[in-house]
């Protein structure tokens, strides 16, 4: 009976033991499982951080080149500039001159207006704006509002896009003037303006 006993204690034990491994088992499965989907979640996320990276690195290459673009398309008016505030003028030829040179190497600009008291009287290229002398930029509440800002801001200001008539998207560069009168002192005397197109400026730009 003892043996009996002894055996059926046994196998019990081997029953309880054999339960426990089991248990033991499958928690040791679930958290493989577990750590196996963990291990995948990192893996995507190391993933799209890298992704990410990327892009961000892309689009700062990208915004570099376009700023760079951007810089150099609408600082030529700054030579212009400097030559009003220093002899209050420029004449046609001199100015022509200086546009066509800005043009040839930006080739994306439309034209370059100057307008003393705000009103166009130099264009470049004159051929085909013929119609824009003696414009006068209070006549259009829309495009005098960018002209009046800028003045008052005393720096540049740039507009757009906006759509232009004779087709195409834009960007208008306003650049105030501002000389000094016999006085010393400063006084307004009118607006550069530099027409650039968007599209082109965009595909320079690498977009």
Request: aromatic fraction near 6%; glycine fraction near 10%.
């Amino acid at each position: 009976m003892a043996k009996v006993k002894t055996g059926a204690a046994f196998g019990a034990s081997f029953r309880l033991l054999g339960a426990g491994s089991y248990a033991l088992l499958a928690a040791v499965l679930l958290v493989g499982s577990i750590l196996a989907l963990l291990l995948g979640q990192l893996e995507v996320d190391r993933r799209t951080s890298e992704a990410r990276t990327q892009a961000t690195a892309e689009l700062a290459a990208v915004r570099a080149r376009l700023e760079g673009q951007i810089m150099a398309t609408f600082s030529i008016t700054e030579g212009i500039v400097h030559l009003l505030r220093h002899d209050g003028s420029i004449s046609p030829e001199r100015f022509a001159g200086m546009a066509s040179q800005a043009i040839a190497a930006v080739p994306h600009i439309r034209n370059i207006a100057l307008a003393p008291d705000d009103v166009i009287r130099q264009i470049y290229p004159l051929a085909g704006n013929e119609r824009a002398l003696g414009f006068a930029y209070s006549t259009r509440p829309e495009q005098f509002a960018t002209v009046r800002r800028a003045r008052e801001l005393g720096g540049p200001l740039l507009a757009g896009p906006v759509d232009l008539v004779q087709g195409g998207r834009a960007l208008i560069h306003r650049r105030p003037v501002f000389i000094t009168d016999k006085a010393g002192g400063s006084r307004y005397w009118g607006v550069a303006s530099i027409v650039a197109d968007v599209d082109r400026l965009l595909n320079v730009g690498g977009i």
